[in-house]
């Protein structure tokens, strides 16, 4: 989709398509980069308008009549934060959306193996109860550490 081939654009906020479009600047990728304010913690696009502060990406995305369903949050498939482009942003769960991006929690997700090399997978592969939620385990590191202590205790009593 090109900025200028938005013909139909309805938001209940009643911002004009003139308004954002002057703020787009156009990428070699595709991305409608945002030129406007832009949260410093998130880096995701915003604008308020009669004292209420919208994310610029989904008020375009459902201006050009999409509509992301309950649960579900846009998620930027060209992984550019600031880019409005609708056909950047797909509705995606949060995990779905975690999972894709680069953070710790997606980084551990994709790990086949744990830090002494075993894989984490079938019976080597324990999932525990932590903190914040699902843990998984090593069993062989974990054996090992457990005969580590024991033999360390039975050596200290």
Request: net charge positive.
């Amino acid at each position: 989709m090109n900025v200028t081939a938005v013909t139909s654009w309805d938001t209940d906020c009643g911002i004009a398509w003139t308004f954002i479009a002057a703020r787009i600047r156009g990428t070699e990728r595709g991305c409608w980069e945002w030129t406007g304010v832009v949260c410093k913690i998130t880096g995701y696009p915003l604008l308020s308008h009669k004292g209420k502060t919208y994310r610029v990406h989904s008020l375009v995305y459902k201006g050009v009549g999409r509509s992301i369903p309950p649960g579900l949050v846009p998620d930027h498939t060209c992984r550019v934060r600031h880019c409005i482009n609708p056909d950047h942003l797909e509705p995606v769960t949060q995990r779905v959306n975690t999972l894709r991006g680069i953070s710790i929690v997606a980084q551990n997700a994709a790990k086949t193996h744990c830090k002494r090399g075993h894989l984490l997978a079938g019976v080597n592969l324990r999932v525990k109860a932590g903190r914040y939620g699902p843990i998984r385990v090593c069993r062989t590191c974990q054996r090992a550490e457990g005969l580590r202590r024991y033999y360390r205790n039975k050596e200290a009593a």
